[in-house]
């Protein structure tokens, strides 16, 4: 079992920069890619990016160049990078954890744990 708990949302106005965190507890979790999902009011869950248990990283087409993922493995902490916010950033933002190998990561089915969430809103 893992759980996993984000921090790191807020109201930020655009052009602003946000780092949100995913702290990730009862796994190794060097075991674990860890992937990033956004979810826009009226609309499905979003794929941002990913963090593989292998140290690559790789993003949705929509932020690259503007959101990075890192994570400290000693920590047991993902990290989400976002720089020069758009007002359509604004989303609730997921953490995830998978174990699997060789499956399409943009799937959220994909993802064996979740945390709750954590809001971000971008004012224009």
């Known amino acids: 079992q893992v759980t996993l708990v984000e921090s790191g949302g807020g109201l930020v106005q655009a052009g602003g920069s946000l780092r949100l965190s995913c702290a990730a507890s009862?796994?190794?979790?060097?075991?674990?890619?860890m992937g990033w999902f956004r979810q826009a009011p009226g609309k499905e869950r979003e794929f941002v990016g990913i963090?593989?248990?292998?140290?690559?990283?790789y993003y949705a087409d929509s932020v690259k160049g503007r959101f990075t993922i890192s994570r400290d493995n000693a920590k047991k902490t993902v990290y989400l990078q976002i720089n020069s916010l758009k007002p359509e950033d604004t989303a609730v933002y997921y953490c995830?954890?998978?174990?699997?190998?060789?499956?399409?990561?943009?799937?959220?089915?994909?993802?064996?744990?979740w945390g709750q969430g954590t809001q971000v809103t971008v004012s224009s």
């Open positions: 009862g796994r190794t979790f060097s075991t674990l890619s």
């Open positions: 963090s593989r248990n292998t140290g690559n990283t």
């Open positions: 995830a954890a998978t174990t699997r190998y060789y499956v399409d990561y943009e799937k959220y089915e994909m993802y064996d744990y």
